[in-house]
């Protein structure tokens, strides 16, 4: 159930909404037949989660019918970066908390998602999931794995649940699924793929890599993962949109098979 705060359910009142209608519209409309967990990363391209991404998921999970339920690590970010400038800031925050402003508040611990509840789980890109998610931004191939993450993707996996990952968040199945196939786009055409590197990286740690564009996706049959390169191509935001909702589409179509 979505709870308003003292505070917001004032705001509410003074503006003139009834918080207890709102609070039952929203229960009405979340009746559905899969349960997808989406695990965030804080909040912001540069050091959380794509916002974007992260949206567009939402979007296509919910027009889908999907119950979503999103949860994020209740730990210390790596840093905070200026987004208007892309530099390190001298401040803390926490990934949870970070996480809320997407989730509108209703995001629970990581340490609480387990795979027996959910018919599959996605991981939206953005910086967040290769500095708080893992260490690929500062140690490439070397990276390790959040052990709380590591564990959800291998509760799916062993339950042969399927997978969804955008963007840079591939390369956590690169890690932890070794000799699986990922696709982070192409790694060959100059300015449109600035994060071309990471497919290097992916293939590094064992993975196959698969050249594909910003509106398309690669499902690794085999391990049940989807994954699509979203903001690794310099594009607009609706190709984005829509290769997105593209892997959202054959993660929920795997959930049925």
């Known amino acids: 159930m979505f709870v308003f705060r003292t505070a917001t ?3 509410l009142a003074l503006a003139g909404f009834n918080s207890s209608r709102i609070v039952t519209i929203r229960m009405s409309s979340s009746a559905s037949s899969h349960n997808v967990a989406v695990i965030l990363a804080g909040t ?4 959380g989660s794509e916002v974007h991404e992260a949206s567009a998921a939402w979007v296509h999970l919910s ?3 999907a ?3 999103m949860f994020a690590p209740d730990i210390k970010q790596m840093h905070v970066v200026d987004h208007t400038k892309g530099e390190p800031m001298t401040e803390d925050r926490n990934v949870l908390t970070e996480s809320a402003r997407i989730a509108r508040g209703n995001v629970k611990s990581l340490t609480e998602l387990l795979a027996k509840d959910f018919d599959a789980v996605i991981i939206p890109g953005g910086f967040g999931a290769a500095k708080n998610l893992s260490s690929f931004a500062t140690s490439g191939p070397d990276m390790t794995v959040l052990p709380d993450v590591e564990r959800v993707l291998k509760e799916f996996h062993d339950a042969k649940k399927p997978i969804g990952l955008c963007c840079i ?3 956590l199945a690169a890690k932890v699924f070794p000799g699986c196939e990922v696709t982070l786009g192409c790694p060959d055409e ?3 793929w600035p994060f071309a590197g990471a497919c290097g990286a992916a293939e590094a740690m064992g993975a196959t890599h698969v050249k594909k564009n910003v509106n398309e ?3 690794d049959e085999n391990n049940r993962i989807v994954t699509t390169p979203a903001f690794m191509c310099n594009t607009a935001v609706h190709e984005i949109f829509d ?3 593209a892997m959202v589409n054959k993660v929920l179509s795997l959930v049925k098979s």
């Open 44 to 47: 912001g391209v540069y050091d």
């Open 243 to 245: 290769g997105v909702g």
């Open 217 to 219: 996706i690669h499902t």
């Open 190 to 192: 100059g300015d449109k």
């Open 63 to 65: 027009r889908a019918g």
């Open 9 to 11: 359910r004032s705001a």
């Open 169 to 171: 968040a591939p390369v």
């Open 67 to 69: 119950q979503v339920s």
